[in-house]
């Protein structure tokens, strides 16, 4: 039985697309002007992985509007340039030359750790620096290369979901599920965890995988993890599919213990999920709940400017951009913004400070989150 969810989130990517191509008129409209500076978006904006990218686009948007309300770059306005990857690694590396040929000082992306691994080489022939949101695949870290990141790697979020499913909640055998579309992810996570739990003295079975740029029959997924008698179901995979995995494992036991990542963290979870995602538990490094000022009043202004709550792809974006233009402001010469923001290394975030080393790899406090009631909630850990 193959199970298609999609109707209504791809049904909305007409528009989503529709808004990409009213921003690239609008922001191309004086590229020929020397008193403005270039920079370049990519993200996954079409198929079932669009609601991260739509979210970093957004994101982006926002800062640069920000930015040039308050007078740009030393003078100078941003003018964005929009490219979709549609979460295919052929159309990421076009994209991304695209964006060169373009002219961008930097391009903000990509959302996604498949199509960074396909685009670094691309950007790393080139004097161009990408800085992506949300991208967070070790296979990119300690590298001097091209490719920044203001989101951590998966270490600290696998040490410490590991952790708290042997220790806090003393479960000793766990079943993964891991999406291959996005496996320079969730091969790295899937590692990392397994090593961890068992390390604790937890057991975990051998992998399940799928593939979602092809049908997925849920339901064969679902039983084939069951039948490993898990005590949790730890699911790599985006938030549509990770949402109808969760439907089909809880039809058939409801006591087994969901896990899941910060990508499947959006509001697509909850929209498909249903009362199957209640109770899931993810680690990530972004807190929905945060009453900060810096936070609160981002969140305010983009409700405002977009009728709906930034989600974490568009609070990462921002900042991203916002790092951009840090760097720009210091050395707005291509060669020279690398330097200049790996100089700077410490930035304001919207919920505290972060770092990002010599390599260009960031460093956060993560947290854990749960769904409770229909809504994302913060886990207090004793």
Not at 7 to 29: D, E, G, H, K, W
Not at 198 to 214: H, I, M, N, Q
Not at 342 to 349: D, M, N, Q, R, V
Request: proline share 4%; hydrophobic share 40%; glycine share 10%.
């Amino acid at each position: 039985m193959v199970i298609r969810p999609f109707a209504r989130l791809f049904a909305l990517r007409p528009i989503a697309l529709l808004a990409c191509a009213a921003v690239m008129v609008s922001t191309m409209s004086g590229c020929r002007r020397d008193d403005s500076l270039k920079i370049g978006y990519l993200g996954t904006l079409s198929g079932r992985h669009s609601d991260l990218g739509v979210a970093g686009r957004d994101g982006t948007i926002f800062a640069v509007e920000e930015i040039n309300r308050a007078g740009g770059i030393n003078g100078k306005r941003l003018e964005l340039v929009i490219r979709d990857d549609e979460g295919k690694a052929g159309s990421a590396q076009t994209a991304v030359r695209e964006l060169i040929a373009a002219g961008v000082a930097a391009i903000v992306g990509p959302m996604t750790s498949s199509m960074a691994m396909a685009t670094v080489p691309v950007i790393n022939g080139s004097p161009v620096v990408m800085i992506s949101p949300t991208v967070s695949t070790g296979d990119l870290s300690g590298k001097d290369d091209n490719f920044l990141r203001i989101y951590p790697t998966n270490a600290q979020k696998t040490r410490q979901l590991a952790e708290y499913a042997r220790t806090s909640l003393g479960l000793s055998r766990l079943a993964v599920v891991y999406d291959l579309s996005n496996r320079s992810y969730t091969d790295d996570w899937r590692q990392a965890f397994t090593r961890q739990f068992e390390s604790l003295g937890g057991t975990v079975a051998p992998a399940v995988s799928f593939d979602a740029s092809g049908q997925t029959d849920y339901l064969s997924v679902a039983r084939t993890l069951l039948a490993k008698k898990p005590q949790g179901v730890l699911i790599l995979a985006g938030a549509v599919d990770a949402a109808m995995l969760c439907q089909q494992i809880r039809k058939l036991d409801t006591s087994t213990a969901l896990f899941a990542t910060e990508w499947s963290s959006t509001p697509e979870l909850l929209m498909h999920g249903g009362t199957a995602v209640e109770g899931i538990v993810y680690c990530q490094n972004f807190i929905r709940d945060d009453d900060s000022t810096p936070y609160v009043t981002f969140c305010r202004a983009f409700e405002t400017r977009f009728g709906q709550p930034p989600d974490f792809g568009a609070v990462y974006a921002y900042q991203a951009v916002k790092v951009t233009g840090a760097g720009l402001a210091k050395n707005p010469a291509t060669r020279g913004l690398k330097g200049a923001i790996l100089g700077t290394g410490t930035f304001p975030g919207l919920q505290g400070e972060f770092t990002i080393d010599r390599f260009g790899d960031a460093d956060r406090k993560p947290f854990l989150m749960t769904v409770r009631q229909g809504a994302f909630r913060r886990v207090e850990v004793p």
